[in-house]
T-cell receptor, first 117, second 117 residues
């Protein structure tokens, strides 16, 4: 079956530092890839997505590129802020044959990010 | 406002007492799904529904039931809750028609924290 592996956390950074959160996946076919963010006490929100190889998703200064050759979708941000402190989840959707394959979504275990002033 | 609404936000119950967590969305989405979030395990899919009267098991369906009699509602039912079902539960929805599905991000509710003693 499909699987998603994220780098272990927690990650602690100073404001304006560079952020990388690694994500690798295992799937058949061509899944769509997503990063979600969860702020304390809230549900998950979409941060960015990429639906085919070499696509780059970007939002709020965060970027991730869909690398099929390395089955990776690493999240990066050039300069983090205190307000970026949250839990980040990598996820994939689909990747199998047939429409119902998109019913199943697989999430990584989440990476806690804390940014200090 | 487009949203997914879960109720209740917090629920404490005892082993064996049947309970229902409600989920409703106002975005006319075909697809709905339930997840549980546990520390170190990320989000795991319980059940999903591609449309009215169509439901399928996710990765951890044991001990749960769902129904999809109307497009907007997707309740999660625990017929006989046990302590290992203590968790944070999320409902989510997305577009679910054909070519839209792979690109469709999930919209999440704010979660239901369930404690079974």
């Amino acid at each position: 079956g499909n699987s998603v592996t994220q780098m272990e956390g927690p990650v602690t950074l100073s404001e304006e530092a560079f952020l990388t959160i690694n994500c690798t996946y295992t799937a058949t076919g061509y899944p769509s890839l997503f990063w979600y963010v969860q702020y304390p006490g809230e549900g998950l929100q979409l941060l960015l997505k990429a639906t085919k190889a070499d696509d780059k998703g970007s939002n709020k200064g965060f970027e991730a590129t869909y690398r099929k050759e390395t089955t990776s979708f690493h999240l990066e941000k050039g300069s983090v802020q205190v307000s970026d402190s949250a839990v980040y989840f990598c996820a994939l959707r689909g990747g199998g044959a047939g429409g119902t394959s998109y019913g199943k979504l697989t999430f990584g275990q989440g990476t806690i990010l804390t940014v200090h002033p | 406002e487009a949203q997914v609404t879960q109720n209740p936000r917090y629920l404490i119950t005892v082993t064996g007492k049947k309970l229902t967590v409600t989920c409703s969305q106002n975005m006319n989405h075909e697809y709905m799904s339930w997840y549980r979030q546990d520390p170190g395990l990320g989000l795991r899919q319980i059940y999903y529904s591609m449309n009215v009267e169509v439901t399928d098991k996710g990765d951890v369906p044991e001990g749960y039931k769902v129904s999809r009699k109307e497009k907007r509602n997707f309740p999660l039912i625990l017929e006989s809750p046990s302590p290992n079902q203590t968790s944070l539960y999320f409902c989510a929805s997305s577009l679910g028609r054909g070519y839209e599905v792979p690109n469709s991000p999930l919209h999440f509710g704010n979660g239901t924290r369930l404690t079974v003693t």
